[in-house]
């Protein structure tokens, strides 16, 4: 998505740590579309709302889900969502619906939106988003404790990151998971994922692009993610993926 269409605010969030107990029931952050309003009742609208219920039903059987509907460069919505890959097919349902319904009230009339929950990503917009790399919505999230020797750390975890990236761009549902030993009793956890609308390549580079934030986002933390609208990464030093 364009810089003119979306925020381009980065949102940095420091209560990693008590993020866990209350994913499901809040989402972990929006953004509302500065492309412009539509009014209730409109063709955009009645658009919208059927580009909702296609997403509702074709993403939770893959964990994926494209749609766009209308005709005409103004009345046309187009709309993505995408499941973490380690979650069911159940939860996939139930954190797409919740986040359909969130982002319809946190953005009323906006023609575009984007919601993250830690099981699922929403977006929509007025103009076609597909196949292109989003840029511009992006935010950090990160353990508030530190590691003992931050240099070493971020060079392995960053190292590690990098192989997952290549593992997800490679795979058909463009979602990798991996865990390396650190030492005789730590391990580092990892996982990463891009929207299936884009090439090989494109997740690839969108991964790369995310991981080269660590510096910024998760310098010495213990666990840390960069989420963004077509791809994100996640490690931490506690296994946190669904088996």
Known sequence: MSSSNLSSIIILFTTF?????????????HFCSNSGNFTAHSPYELNLKSVI???????PPTGFGKASVGTGQ???????????????????KTCVSEASSEIRKLCPYNKGAIIWYDNCLYKYLDSDFFGQIDETNRFYMWNLQNVSDPTTFNYRTKEFLSRLAK??????????????????????????????????????KCLEDAIGEL????DGKEGGRVVGGSCNFRYEIYPFVKH
């Open 17 to 29: 740590g008590l993020l866990q107990t209350c994913f499901g029931a809040d989402p972990l952050f």
């Open 53 to 59: 219920s296609l997403l509702n039903y074709k993403t």
């Open 74 to 92: 103004s009345q046309t919505a187009y709309g993505l969502s995408l499941c973490r890959g380690d979650v069911s097919a159940s939860d996939c």
């Open 167 to 204: 593992a997800a761009s490679g795979n058909p549902k463009m979602f990798a998971t991996g865990e390396i030993k650190l030492g005789i009793s730590e391990t580092l956890y990892g996982l990463t994922q891009c929207t299936r609308d884009l090439s090989s390549i494109d997740c690839k």
């Open 215 to 218: 510096p910024n986002c998760c």
